[in-house]
């Protein structure tokens, strides 16, 4: 008796682009070169945040079924991904991060895992992280907590992870294969009909914790994540975020209290708000003075009262900075 051959899959890749120089065209590479025996790619779409560096240019790839989408202005990372799912129709849809690289056995390792029974009772896959040395990177996060947010806001989760676990698994988590609460958007694999069943993305994440809303999402769905330890990807990270510089950290705090008031009771969102308004700035404010930094000393003033204005104005505050990208 012979057994079948595992259904070939199909997914639809997007990847959204913010001045990623080189990186883009690396990523593009290394899926031409992906082994797509189990796990066939449909079509690239590369959703264009207004880039300003050419790296949205010279994008053909031989063999890659490339589609461009340029927007005229930033619209953040979720709401592109929207707007990059809307143009894909395969089973399986890929959010890939233009400063990844697959290794070309990453999408024939998916495609095994998939082909497995017991794997239609997940709904989000993602890989592991590694660095040029292909040493493990952050691949796997827990789902935040109060005491996960205060840990982060204070330093604790570094000084007493016992009591305040941090919010990220440590690179050489998970040892094995298996269920996670969530994976990092780095390379985020859904399946299409819960993506259309939790209408995407929250688009109001700018940037930073919408795959952590959209997973938590489809676990109350009964739809978990699962991580594939063996499919590893090249992640060199920050590429686009870095050149934020401090904002980064703006834009973190509005995504985590718009986490907060979206999934807790609206007592221990507002608590947490306003310890991120008093207690998180005062820690990293002595945190910058004792290593000298005066102007991390004068972004952390700056990013805390453009954050206290947004909280004031109901959470619609008007971005001005980052040279207009943030809007």
């Known amino acids: 008796m012979t057994t079948a051959p595992p259904r070939l899959r199909s997914v639809d890749i997007v990847i959204v682009n913010w001045n990623t120089g080189r990186c883009l065209g690396s990523c593009l590479r290394s899926i031409a070169r992906a082994d797509q025996s189990l796990l066939r790619v449909g079509k690239v779409v590369i959703v264009d945040n207004a880039s300003s560096d050419g790296s949205h ?10 589609r461009l989408i340029r927007n005229a202005e930033n619209r953040g990372f979720a709401r592109a991904c929207n707007q990059g799912a809307t143009l894909c129709d395969a089973e399986f849809l890929l959010f890939l991060n233009p400063d990844t690289e697959l290794y070309p056995d990453t999408l024939r390792v998916t495609g095994e895992v998939l082909a497995q029974p017991w794997a239609e009772g997940f709904g989000i896959f993602g890989a592991r992280m590694v660095d040029a040395h292909g040493r493990p990177q952050l691949s796997c996060s827990r789902f935040p907590s109060p005491r ?31 269920p996670v609460d969530q994976v990092i958007g780095a390379f985020f694999l859904v399946r299409r009909s819960l993506f259309a069943e939790l209408d995407g993305f929250d688009d109001g994440y700018f940037l930073y914790l919408e795959e952590v809303d959209f997973a938590l999402r489809a676990r109350r769905l009964s739809r978990p994540s699962y991580h594939i330890r063996e499919a590893r990807v090249y992640h060199a990270g920050q590429v686009s975020s870095a050149q934020l510089g401090p904002w980064r950290h703006y834009l973190l705090l509005r995504s985590r209290t718009r986490y907060m008031f979206r999934h807790w009771p609206r007592y221990q969102a507002w608590l947490l708000t306003a310890l991120s308004l008093s207690v998180e700035p005062v820690a990293r404010l002595a945190g910058a003075a004792l290593r000298g930094q005066p102007v991390e000393l004068r972004a952390t003033f700056a990013v805390h009262r453009e954050f206290l204005r947004w909280v004031r104005h109901g959470q619609q505050a008007t971005d001005a900075m980052v040279g207009g990208q943030v809007k």
Do not use: K, N, Q, Y
């Not at 240019?57 to 490339?66: E, F, Q």
């Open 57 to 66: 240019r010279h994008l053909d790839v031989p063999g890659l079924p490339v």
């Open 148 to 178: 996960i947010f205060v840990g982060r806001m204070t330093g604790l989760d570094r000084l007493v992870p016992a009591l305040f676990p941090p919010h990220h698994l440590r690179p050489e988590e998970p040892a094995h294969s298996g």
